[in-house]
């Protein structure tokens, strides 16, 4: 089945979806995004993904080309065409095409966003045998910008530093600057000691996790002690547990960092009962 995709207002094939070559968001980097998880058909946590995405929209003064009820539909629309039960969609807008190019920002009034947005089938997951296994990550410095908490394309470095992991047999890298770790390339790092899970508080450091606020608002409310903030890499390598969040991998345990295992170097109690607990209560509140 040929994968229909919406490019600026249409419903195409994906061999017929085409953006102009003086695209900013293809010469510049400049463009936002979001990834949203689809479980039964369903979208998981739309609102929060909506919200984040004006915000970052809003911080690099780009009009949205689309309103949020409109949105939903493209979505749903896309989930209904290409038949998805579980996967993700993927939605981008850029500050558009003017014919040329150019550092300065084009005129709004004559160059429109781009907006795109396509679905990726993973059936399974949910179910994913890395949730049973665990992952293990290196660490490696972060020489991000300074605006992380913008959900930007400019995602050259976590996409090497992913490479690295990689390299190295490992399956992600956790930032770290100033002695402290940042996040993961494409999720929030947390440590766990005894009952308490410690993830780094939010700033402009990092971004702002849609999963990562459904998740501590679960872990609060199973009475699990939060503490928001930073921790080195020295510190996680000595927790007891650590995982990862994020909209396409949820919970995920870690069980080793630079080659060191976390304790017995299997996924611990905490994890495996927080992304059980965050699959349960967002699939309820899918939309
Ligand atoms: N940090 C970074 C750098 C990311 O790229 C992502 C995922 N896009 C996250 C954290 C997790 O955010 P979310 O839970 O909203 O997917």
């Known amino acids: 089945m040929t994968r229909t995709v919406y490019v600026n207002g249409d419903y195409l094939p994906e061999t017929e979806a085409t953006v102009s070559i003086f695209d900013r968001g293809f010469l510049m980097a400049d463009g936002v995004y979001e990834v949203t998880s689809v479980l039964g058909g369903k979208l998981i946590d739309f609102d929060g993904h909506a919200v984040r995405l004006q915000r970052s929209l809003d911080e690099l003064e780009m009009r949205s080309p689309i309103s949020k009820e409109d949105l939903l539909e493209v979505h749903r629309e896309l ?39 396509f679905t990726q089938n993973k059936p399974g997951l949910a179910n994913s045998p890395a949730a049973q296994k665990g992952m293990k990550v290196i660490s490696i410095d ?21 490479m690295m992991a990689k390299k ?9 600057e100033d002695g402290y770790v940042t996040e993961g390339t494409s999720n929030n790092a947390y440590i766990v ?21 459904a998740v501590l608002r679960f872990a609060q409310e199973a009475q699990m002690e939060v ?47 927080l992304r059980e607990i965050y699959l349960e209560e967002s699939l309820k509140a899918a939309v």
Not at 142 to 161: A, E, F, H
Not at 193 to 213: E, V
Not at 233 to 244: H, S
Not at 253 to 262: C, Q
Request: hydrophobic share 40%; glycine share 8%; no cysteine.
């Open 79 to 117: 989930l209904r065409v290409n038949e998805i039960d579980e996967g993700m969609i993927y939605l981008q807008i850029t500050r558009g095409a003017p014919g040329d190019r150019d550092f300065v920002f084009p005129d709004p009034e004559t160059t429109t966003p781009t907006i795109v947005l």
């Open 193 to 213: 000691k005894g009952n308490k899970i410690i993830t780094r508080a939010l700033s402009n450091d990092i971004l702002h996790g849609i999963t990562r606020a």
């Open 227 to 273: 503490e928001e903030r930073n921790f080195t890499i020295d510190e996680a390598k000595k927790a007891d547990e650590a995982f990862i969040t994020s909209a396409s991998t949820f919970v995920m345990p870690v069980v080793e960092i630079d080659g060191v295992a976390l304790g017995e170097g299997v996924p611990g109690r905490v994890a495996p009962r």
């Open 168 to 176: 190295a047999g490992a399956d992600d890298a956790w930032m770290i």
């Open 142 to 162: 972060d020489i991000r910008w300074g605006r992380r908490d913008i959900k930007t394309v400019q995602l050259l470095y976590p996409s090497m530093g992913k």
